[in-house]
């Protein structure tokens, strides 16, 4: 182990960590290897620790879902086949706004700049990852000058926090070893500098106004809310005004769910009837923090009157005629609140009955001896979550658990704009780590998606972590098969319940009747370690839920 870094010994890597564990990352997912092993030298002297994990691409999943639970992640590489092993992990946080610091090694400077046929590099062009992680980070920088790299490392990690999108740093071996001096705390700017405080005052005082005149207005609540911490703003417009309010699948939440003024899920002609029509009939629908996804808009199927709708965004809000540039987001809702507030308040009717197609207020009485479907695990599943759970759920159970009505403080980790198959299970190990995760990690993974990422269940089992791992075991690729049928959404068949023979520390049930569930989600209440609990839940091929028959109706590739 190293020891403690002193003023005569504190290096780059130091410095980084330092600034890390600053903004709330006290884990780093990562694989070692040769160009990065200095920088791995130095974490264990640090208020940082490594949690290794099977691959590359994992660790980034890893690194996003701890982002989505902690508020920044961040996962190391060796150069070369490291970052572009992970760049997929990294587009999907790019894509769906997590602030994740990827961090990677290479050569030394020196060598960087001969540029030699060396292993892990593209012949001439020492850059070439750099230039790639570019595309989907909002800073990437190599470090090469250790006189400057603190300020390189400040800038990235601002421009990460700044942007709530992913950033690159690569590390070429001396620099790791290179000294430094130590920082000063970490003073980060402001997201979004509003051109004039007048310019926010005047926006909100023109939503406000549009707000007292409407008779029926809503607030449906995309992602950048949870993503830049905004849901205490958004709360207190909400309970000021009074207005009612749905969730979306890019932006799903339980601080929303809970909430009586909350209508539903609302996905276009996938939302629950009362839903669709409370919200594309009303005079004015408020899309805060939301973008128009196809997911969000339910697969082209949405029918909103471009008049009577505004997504106000970080650094922007557009209406039908105009946009407006240089808004700061959480700063608007704050004016909004008080501007709505001083008007004394607003006059809506009575709010229709909540719906969600999965409903904790549906009772649900189980048949032992019948043969479990999708439908029926669903309807089920809803009254297991409990508030403050994280739910991590990939592909077509991303769709189902979309429908869930969440409890307070309840997390959803899906990836309906990237849509990377694995994504969510890696997430869910990630999300396992967090400090401020504050109760149980439940991941739902059909046996396609988690063929992708399955060896990471190791890393659960490794660090004793009791996350419930559901698999929906249907024998292939169900979305596909309900898009475009053929053998070539078959995949190879696993008994997942055995797992534990060949990795110590999982647990394992098998689910085939509603019975069985019951039996299962008893034992799953009572889990606590050490290592995850497997349940793998037997279906048919060609079972999907009610909710799926209808979003595949709309869907055309």
């Not at 961090?103 to 020196?110: D, E, M, N, T, Y």
């Not at 106004?209 to 992602?223: D, K, M, P």
């Amino acid at each position: 182990m190293n020891p403690s870094p002193t003023a005569t010994d504190f290096l780059i890597p130091d410095y980084l960590l330092q600034r890390l564990a600053e903004i709330g990352i006290h884990h780093i997912f990562g694989v070692p290897g040769d160009f990065i092993m200095p920088f791995f030298g130095r974490i264990a002297g640090s208020a940082v620790e490594h949690i290794g994990c099977c691959n590359e691409l994992n660790a980034g999943y890893a690194a996003d879902g701890y982002a989505r639970v902690q508020g920044a992640g961040a996962v190391v590489v060796t150069g070369g086949v490291g970052p572009l092993s992970l760049i997929n992990a990294v587009a999907g946080a790019y894509a769906e706004n997590v602030p994740v610091v990827v961090i990677a090694g290479g050569p030394g400077v020196a060598t960087f700049r001969r540029q030699p046929k060396i292993h892990h590099t593209i012949p001439g062009n020492f850059l070439a990852p750099v230039k790639m992680m570019a595309e989907v980070t909002a800073a990437a920088v190599l470090l090469d000058d250790a006189a400057t790299a603190p300020a390189h490392i400040d800038a990235a990690i601002a421009a990460c926090l700044s942007t709530c999108k992913p950033v690159y740093i690569e590390i070429p071996m001396d620099i790791q070893k290179a000294a430094c001096e130590r920082p000063e705390p970490l003073a980060l700017p402001e997201r979004i500098s509003p051109r004039s405080p007048a310019q926010v005052r005047s926006l909100a005082g023109e939503i406000a106004a549009r707000i007292g005149n409407g008779e029926r207005v809503v607030i449906c609540v995309g992602h950048e809310v949870e993503r830049f911490q905004l849901q205490a703003q958004l709360t207190a417009l909400i309970d000021k005004t009074g207005l009612p309010v749905a969730s979306m699948m890019f932006g799903k939440a339980g601080y929303v769910e809970c909430l009586d003024s909350c209508i539903g899920l609302y996905m276009g002609a996938i939302s629950p009837d009362e839903v669709r029509t409370f919200v594309e009939d009303a005079d004015l629908v408020l899309f805060i923090g939301a973008h128009e996804t196809d997911m969000n808009m339910g697969i082209g199927t949405a029918r909103l009157q471009p008049e009577r709708t505004v997504f106000l965004r970080e650094g922007e809000a557009v209406f039908k005629d105009r946009t407006c540039s240089d808004i700061p987001l959480g700063d608007f809702l704050v004016e909004l609140t008080r501007q709505s507030e001083a008007a004394g308040g607003m006059r809506f009717p009575a709010q229709p009955v909540q719906s969600f197609f999965y409903s904790r207020n549906e009772p649900f009485q189980a048949a032992p001896t019948d043969a479990l479907t999708s439908t029926r695990f669903y309807r089920r599943l809803v009254h297991f979550i409990q508030p403050g759970d994280v739910i991590a759920a990939d592909t077509s159970a991303g769709i189902n658990s979309a429908s869930f009505q969440l409890q307070q403080d309840a997390i959803s980790i899906t990836t309906p704009y990237w849509a990377s198959m694995g994504m969510c299970f890696g997430a869910a190990v990630g999300a396992s780590f967090a400090p401020r995760l504050s109760n149980r990690v439940i991941a739902l993974e059909g046996d396609g998606s988690l063929l992708m990422t399955i060896q990471e269940l190791s890393t659960l089992a490794r660090y004793q972590k009791p996350t419930i791992v559901f698999v929906l075991n249907n024998k292939g690729y169900t979305v596909e098969r309900m898009i475009h049928d053929g053998a070539f959404n078959d995949i190879p068949e696993w008994r997942y319940h055995k797992l534990p023979e060949v990795i110590p520390g999982c647990h394992s049930l098998q689910v085939r009747t509603e019975g069985d569930l019951e039996h299962a989600l008893a034992a799953a209440g009572e889990h606590s370690g050490p290592g995850p609990l497997i349940i793998e839940v037997h279906l048919d091929a060609r079972d999907v839920s009610d909710l799926f028959q209808v979003f595949t109706r709309f869907f055309q590739p």
